[in-house]
């Protein structure tokens, strides 16, 4: 088994179990401060672990170049606008279907890393996102009460377009990161993807640590005074980053961010098995749509 699969998986559970934490949280703070956290308190983490690689293993730090600063301030502020986009989407009537659109992620991603890095797909490999992406909308649908004549009506809406900026902010996060990585052009990928999650989280620290300095304050104080749930966020965050950097190091971003839809499965597993909600069958459906496009993936890419 190629290495960047259990390491997918692996991150798509830890992001699982952040997104778990976080929910912890949202009492305390915003959704923007709840984003602060994972990136405040994941960075000492991340450092400590490249510090440890640099340690055991002998190995140098990369030195940076204009196409890696380039690719991780672009990428880490994609990521801010992205989850920025996608909680002002919960201020409209109709916010479902903007979150819907949001999950197209997957797709974008596909579309950027082929313009930007070359990273064209099989056949078998597209097929296979559209599988898990249809089986995504499908959840969103089911969760959201949306019909599908309400889902393709609200096509010019502004929260459907913000839904659409959403997930083309992740997909260009994605390949940036990929991109970074790359650009070092070490053979050792652990150091690359350490040094580039690195970067980033710095980027990401800074920036939202100046906006909720600007902007909201009360976030900044909050993320202070729930340090142990906060640590446990970043934690579980910094872990699923290392994971997701490092397969995006070694894999073309696409594949990765499909794989990685398997998050839903734990997400169901989690909310069906140990908070007992009630899942409908349309659910079901769009579960066993995932999981197709997954095993899909796995054998005709």
Not at 110 to 116: D, E, P, R, S
Not at 134 to 140: E, F, K, L, P, Q
Not at 232 to 258: C, D, E, H, K, P
């Amino acid at each position: 088994m190629p290495l960047w699969i259990p390491i997918t998986i692996a991150a798509a559970f830890l992001q699982n179990l952040r997104s778990t934490l976080q929910k912890k949280l949202t009492g305390e703070m915003s959704a923007m401060g709840a984003t602060y956290v994972r990136f405040a308190y994941g960075l000492p983490v991340a450092a400590l672990y490249l510090a440890g690689l640099v340690f055991f293993t002998g190995a140098t730090l990369p030195e940076p170049n204009a196409a890696f600063l380039a690719y991780a301030a672009l990428g880490g502020l994609a990521q801010i606008w992205g989850t920025v986009l996608l909680v002002a989407i919960f201020a409209w009537r109709n916010f479902a279907v903007g979150n819907t659109y949001s999950k197209t992620e997957t797709i974008q991603t596909a579309l950027f890393g082929a313009i930007v890095l070359g990273d064209l797909l099989s056949f078998g490999a597209f097929l296979a996102i559209l599988v898990s992406l249809a089986g995504v909308v499908v959840i969103s649908m089911a969760q959201a009460k949306l019909t599908l004549a309400a889902f393709f009506r609200s096509l010019g809406d502004k929260p459907t377009l913000m839904g659409i900026g959403s997930g083309a902010c992740y997909g260009v996060a994605a390949v940036c990161y990929r991109g970074a990585s790359l650009s070092l052009e070490r053979p050792d990928f652990l150091t690359a993807a350490a040094y580039t999650l690195v970067v980033v989280l710095a980027i990401q620290t800074v920036a939202m640590t100046l906006w909720l300095l600007w902007r909201g304050p009360a976030d900044l104080r909050a993320a202070l005074a729930t340090w142990k749930v906060s640590s446990v966020v970043g934690l579980a965050g910094a872990l699923a980053s290392m994971g997701w950097f490092t397969a995006m190091t070694i894999q073309n971003a696409a594949y990765v961010r499909a794989l990685g839809q398997i998050e839903l499965v734990f997400t169901f597993i989690s909310s069906h098995f140990i908070f007992g909600e009630r899942t409908n069958r349309l659910e079901f459906i769009g579960i066993a749509l995932v999981a197709g496009g997954i095993l899909l993936l796995l054998f005709a890419r």
